[in-house]
């Protein structure tokens, strides 16, 4: 199941439509935390998640979503790089900066190539024909 983070009221309302108050509130829990993980936002700016009685957490989780929701999305942070990078230059000419510009989005390019090409499903590996132990 693919969370997508809410960009607006009607999209959080859409969000609980026709659902039961458990489902809607777990909804609700996965905008704060799509909003965490993937987008980096610090917790301490969100509304608290959990609370042990159930009418407190449901109007607390409302009024909080409703809250954040509205509010512009940060860019995503950028994945992290699957290959070691060699340390900078501490004073790099234009020509070399360019240079290394290039060969780091050659690299990049070929990584996603590669992700693709494995994640639709062609790619199999050979199983091993001696038993591991």
């Not at 608290?48 to 809250?67: F, H, M, N, P």
């Amino acid at each position: 199941m693919k969370i997508m983070p809410g960009s607006s009221l009607a999209g959080l309302a859409a969000l609980g439509a026709g659902k039961p108050l458990k489902d809607h509130l777990q909804a609700m829990r996965d905008q704060i935390r799509a909003r965490i993980h993937v987008y980096e936002i610090k917790a301490a700016a969100l509304p608290a998640i959990g609370s042990r009685d159930a009418a407190v957490k449901q109007t607390r989780l409302a009024e909080g979503v409703k809250a954040i929701v509205v509010l512009p999305l940060p860019r995503l942070p950028p994945p992290p790089l699957p290959y070691p990078v060699r340390t900078a230059h501490p004073a790099p000419t234009a020509e070399a900066a360019a240079l290394d510009m290039q060969h780091m989005c050659r690299i990049s390019d070929a990584i996603t190539q590669l992700m693709q090409f494995t994640s639709e499903g062609p790619f199999k590996a050979a199983r091993s024909k001696v038993p591991r132990r």
